[in-house]
């Protein structure tokens, strides 16, 4: 505020009408908040504590069964239509949007779309999705995956194609494409009936022109035609393309056909496409997808999850992952997908993540650079553990599995067999953190898998079994004790038979009732 030197300062101010018109909007404010007040009072507008009643037409205090007053949240639930469950009235901005209230894991909310009317499907379900648009290739709707990065939705395609399926997959990477990439460059030709030419557009080299039929000559001469099984089409990166190309794309994916060059695409052949969210990259190379293009396909938004993962990490042919990473994300699955923000937070930036491709590539380069060291009558150092998960998923999930991987090295064979033989030893006691007092959970984690490998192919007897589920009632540790017993039934099938064995059942029930909150079925 100016501050006033002398009267006659003040004497102009107040000719010009400066303080008068200061107290009106005093007074303006005064009645504002008075009529505020009363509002609030009369519940005619939401504060905290109080609920909207659409039977009054107010919002007031809500009691719970126990008669506690319901606390009301930040946004704050309307009662809408039949129809619109599940939608809130936001009263910082005046709009109504759909928010799910649930306790979906970190990994889980991270893929989620903001888009409330896309839906979410796991892997068995694109599976079953992919499955059915490939049998209506010609009169079915082509189908769009949204996906966070780093997810594997190229991987799920080609591995549904190629393997699934038996059929080629042609990727086209529409980023790096010009229109006259999918509908052909432009050419004349002469006039078939008139001394003219006309324009052509030559068909580019992208685009299947059959489904795979081949005719074999027999012995005796006759020929027999073999049908094929077309294949897919899958426009990756759909929506960092030009707009220019989504135009192009327009007639293609709805009609199926580039008439300039005189196609269309044989009837058995799949049109997908795959995209990443727009929140992923705010401002980068995606660019909005009209209406008119998305609307000519099924959508989906692919979340992928730790148990699917682990289940194809461990049924790869090639068996060129390490078991003790797959292992890892099995159990600490909060870090099977971490965002960029999920590892620094704040302000800071990092170009870091953590993601089932990183997880992938880790794992393959953990175990083929242990294997080697192993080789030569040694094995990896933790530096070198700790260098390798840093640079695939940084250094803050790199840390918490290097503790783990190296937590291994220290629980030989002999020792983990003392769980099984003499479960009260003070040897086989898990480790405690300084931090909680509690057992750290980390080292817990991987102790618990070398058990669940104690004798691998073996079948444990029913001393062992019992030793084993007393070591776990005893623990204390719920989360790690269920897990542990999980992983052994995966590796000795006789545990099932076990705890259902009435004769060991004074050993099973101490078990039960310690962690009958955790059970589902064991």
């Known amino acids: 505020?100016?501050?006033?030197?002398?009267?006659?300062?003040?004497?102009?101010?107040?000719?010009?009408?400066?303080?008068?018109?200061?107290?009106?909007?005093?007074?303006?404010?005064?009645?504002?908040?008075?009529?505020?007040?009363?509002?609030?009072?009369?519940?005619?507008?939401?504060?905290?504590?109080?609920?909207?009643?659409?039977?009054?037409?107010?919002?007031?205090?809500?009691?719970?069964?126990?008669?506690?007053?319901?606390?009301?949240?930040?946004?704050?639930?309307?009662?809408?239509?039949?129809?619109?469950?599940?939608?809130?009235?936001?009263?910082?901005?005046?709009s109504i949007s759909s928010i799910?209230?649930?306790?979906?894991?970190?990994?889980?909310?991270?893929?989620?779309?903001?888009?409330?009317?896309?839906?979410?499907?796991?892997?068995?379900?694109?599976?079953?999705?992919?499955?059915?648009?490939?049998?209506?290739?010609?009169?079915?709707?082509?189908?769009?995956?949204?996906?966070?990065?780093?997810?594997?939705?190229?991987?799920?395609?080609?591995?549904?194609?190629?393997?699934?399926?038996?059929?080629?997959?042609?990727?086209?990477?529409?980023?790096?494409?010009?229109?006259?990439?999918?509908?052909?460059?432009?050419?004349?030709?002469?006039?078939?009936?008139?001394d003219v030419k006309r324009s052509v557009n030559y068909l580019p080299m992208i685009w299947p022109l059959d489904n795979g039929d081949r005719e074999i000559k027999r012995e005796d001469g006759t020929i027999e035609k073999i049908e094929g099984k077309g294949g897919i089409i899958f426009l990756d990166e759909i929506n960092r393309a030009h707009p220019s190309v989504q135009a192009a794309m327009l007639k293609v994916v709805l009609d199926r056909e580039i008439t300039s060059a005189n196609y269309k695409i044989?009837?058995?052949?799949?049109?997908?496409?795959?995209?990443?969210?727009?929140?992923?990259?705010?401002?980068?190379?995606?660019?909005?997808?009209?209406?008119?293009?998305?609307?000519?396909?099924?959508?989906?938004?692919?979340?992928?999850?730790?148990?699917?993962?682990?289940?194809w990490a461990r049924g790869r042919k090639e068996a060129d992952l390490s078991d003790e990473v797959i292992a890892f994300v099995e159990l600490m699955q909060d870090y099977f997908y971490v965002l960029p923000s999920g590892l620094v937070g704040g302000d800071i930036e990092t170009t870091m993540g953590v993601t089932p491709r990183a997880w992938e590539y880790a794992a393959r380069e953990y175990k083929e650079r242990r294997d080697a060291q192993k080789e030569k009558g040694g094995?990896?150092?933790?530096?070198?553990?700790?260098?390798?998960?840093?640079?695939?998923?940084?250094?803050?999930?790199?840390?918490?599995?290097?503790?783990?991987?190296?937590?291994?090295?220290?629980?030989?064979?002999?020792?983990i067999e003392k769980i099984f033989t003499d479960p009260s030893d003070e040897t086989v006691?898990?480790?405690?953190?300084?931090?909680?007092?509690?057992?750290?959970?980390?080292?817990?984690?991987?102790?618990?898998?070398?058990?669940?490998?104690?004798?691998?192919?073996?079948?444990?007897?029913?001393?062992?079994f019992t030793n084993f589920i007393t070591y776990l009632t005893d623990l204390n540790t719920g989360e790690l004790a269920m897990s542990a017993l999980n992983m052994a039934k995966r590796t000795h099938p006789e545990i099932k038979n076990y705890l259902g064995d009435t004769s060991l059942e004074q050993y099973v029930t101490p078990f039960v009732n310690r962690y009958r909150s955790l059970m589902k079925e064991i």
């Open 429 to 464: 006691k898990l480790p405690m953190s300084s931090n909680t007092g509690r057992v750290d959970l980390r080292k817990g984690y991987s102790i618990m898998y070398l058990a669940s490998k104690y004798k691998n192919g073996q079948q444990l007897t029913k001393d062992e």
């Open 266 to 311: 044989p009837s058995k052949w799949l049109i997908l496409a795959a995209a990443n969210r727009p929140e992923d990259e705010p401002g980068s190379m995606i660019k909005p997808m009209s209406f008119a293009l998305a609307n000519r396909f099924a959508q989906v938004n692919f979340i992928s999850d730790p148990v699917s993962w682990t289940k």
């Open 379 to 415: 094995d990896i150092s933790a530096e070198t553990t700790r260098l390798i998960f840093d640079k695939h998923i940084g250094k803050k999930v790199s840390s918490i599995i290097t503790d783990f991987l190296e937590t291994m090295k220290v629980w030989p064979v002999n020792r």
């Open 100 to 194: 799910k209230e649930s306790d979906d894991p970190s990994w889980k909310t991270a893929q989620k779309t903001q888009d409330s009317q896309i839906t979410d499907v796991d892997a068995d379900q694109l599976t079953g999705e992919l499955s059915y648009h490939f049998q209506k290739p010609e009169t079915g709707r082509p189908l769009l995956i949204w996906g966070a990065p780093g997810i594997g939705k190229t991987s799920v395609v080609k591995s549904f194609g190629t393997k699934g399926m038996g059929v080629p997959v042609i990727e086209v990477i529409l980023s790096l494409m010009e229109p006259t990439d999918v509908a052909g460059l432009p050419g004349a030709e002469k006039d078939v009936d008139y």
């Open 1 to 94: 505020m100016k501050r006033i030197k002398g009267f006659q300062e003040f004497n102009r101010l107040n000719e010009a009408g400066i303080f008068s018109r200061g107290a009106e909007l005093l007074k303006k404010a005064g009645n504002w908040l008075m009529n505020l007040i009363r509002a609030e009072k009369e519940g005619e507008i939401p504060v905290r504590d109080k609920k909207y009643n659409p039977e009054t037409g107010r919002f007031e205090q809500f009691k719970d069964a126990n008669g506690n007053i319901a606390k009301a949240r930040s946004v704050v639930k309307v009662y809408l239509p039949e129809g619109d469950a599940g939608s809130s009235y936001n009263f910082r901005s005046g």
